[in-house]
């Protein structure tokens, strides 16, 4: 039977309702979700700019963000983790106040299970934290997020390998134990694959924390080494990519530094000649980290050190701090200090690759006093061998030059140090004795006695040196150095006047010319009388 109209009316009008009333409260829903995708959106768009940074803090932003990272609407979780990351990146009280809100443990929950968009966007929270002290590396840890960062590696998306590669690196970098944990948790196998992929960005990054990694420890290096990850890296100098290859230098430098064993596995990896190439990059940072890679192996053995020389290393890293100049010049010069320092071969090689003005005009004109440290460490290297190698720097003009350097008002305690220890190692070996008379005027009595002691060594045994010491006035001067009886310095002196006769000694004594004076007054007083 069929119903009344009159009810048919009463249901047509209560569906009707109904659907009016579903729709409004679905509105509701979607203008809320709506709010809250322009709200993260909005807020991690002006966390972008750093002017805006203390002004979101200010307004409570953390508090509001936390709970978005759990909002049912993937894309809104995601904005609000890159808000975070960028917030905590800013500085290390905002990344404080990430971790004080307790959102580590939420974003550790969700590297392991959500999907690939919001695992980049946790990973670079991660990485923002840790970056900024020691401390904060050690909450991430402690909050477990090794183990799920460690599985990031293992993704199919190189997005979500990149971002975990940097906050593992992040954490690493730090100190030696955080470094330990990231090996512990199994990264570096992983790390290592990661560098065989085709993503450059990847490569980049997966090196960068192997050499983060292998920078703390022997046992460190080692574990980076047992991997397999030299042979994989070392092919990559010759990459074109100069972002890579700065990597690429640091971590082979990073490794080699430790012990000879961990510098001959590089070696082994046929690094050179072709890190040479790299000392005329384009790129100064992979210039420096090519020469910090050579001075790490040098330093070791003199047989490395011959090995770095006959590859063409004295040659190209001499036009290295030819060219380069502030900090950059660094590790050059200390290369070439480390392959002096072996051999009076060595020193040699490098002194005939004309080694010695790059270093002189870093020790007179750089601005850093610990650069010019290392060029004065560096000069001493290569002149306290024999007088020949002295002789070489005395022609360069580098005793006023270290003189000027351990005198310096502002020099710094090292500095002095260092030009001091330099000058004595090569004065003690200088027979060319005209190098030295520029000292007896302008040396302190500490480095003084040096010069004279070998004015006392050479004299007695060289006729053409004792006229010219007295011709070139040298004799006058040491006459007019005081020096207290029973002294090193007078002993020295007593030697060089012992060369001569005593007439001509005492005419060139201090007060000799006022004693005639004396006598030609007594003389025509007893012809009066």
Known sequence: PSLPYSCVCVCVNTVYWDTIMSKAILQVFEEYQKARVAFVQTVAELATRPQNIETLQAAGVLPLLRPLLLDTVPSIQQSAALALGRLASYSEELAEAVVTNDVLPQLVYSLSEQNRFYKKAAAF??????????????????????????????????????????????????????????????????????????????????????????????????????????????????????????????????????????????????????????????????????????????????????????????????????????????????????????????ARTAIGAKSIPPLVDALVSEPEDHVRAAAAWSLGQMGRHTPDHAKALADGHVFPKLLNAYTGETSSDDLKTKAKRALKSVLEKTTHLPALEPLLSTAPPNLLKYAIQQYAKVLPNDVTARRAFVTSGALQKVQQIEASPGSKMREFINLINSCYPEEIVRYYSPGYSQSLLEKLDNFHATAVS
């Not at 512990?184 to 990054?205: F, H, N, S, T, Y």
């Not at 001499?318 to 950059?328: L, P, Q």
């Open 125 to 346: 929270v991660l990485r923002a934290v840790t970056k900024h002290s020691p401390q904060l590396a050690q909450a991430v840890v402690d909050c477990g997020a090794l183990d799920p960062l460690v599985g990031c590696l293992e993704e199919f998306d190189p997005g979500v390998k990149e971002a975990a590669c940097w906050a593992l690196g992040f954490i690493a970098r730090h100190t030696g134990e955080l470094a330990q944990s990231v090996v512990d948790a199994g990264a570096v196998p992983l790390l290592v694959l990661c560098v065989q992929e085709p993503e450059l960005a990847l490569k980049r990054v997966a090196t960068s924390a192997l050499s983060d990694i292998a920078k703390h420890t022997p046992e460190l290096a080692q574990a980076v080494v047992d991997a397999g990850a030299v042979a994989y890296i070392a092919p990559l100098i010759s990459n074109p990519d100069g972002k890579l290859k700065r990597q690429v230098c640091s971590c082979l430098a990073q490794i080699a530094k430790h012990s000879v064993d961990l510098a001959e596995v590089v070696v082994e990896a046929e690094i050179f000649p072709r890190i040479f190439h790299c000392l005329k990059d384009v790129d100064l940072t992979v210039r420096k980290n090519a020469a910090s890679a050579a001075r790490e192996v040098a330093k070791h053995t003199p047989e490395l050190a011959q090995l770095v020389v006959n590859s063409g290393g004295a040659g190209a890293l001499v036009d290295f701090v030819t060219e380069a100049r502030g900090n950059n010049r660094l590790p050059g010069i200390m290369a070439l200090g480390y392959i002096a320092a072996f051999s009076e071969a060595l």
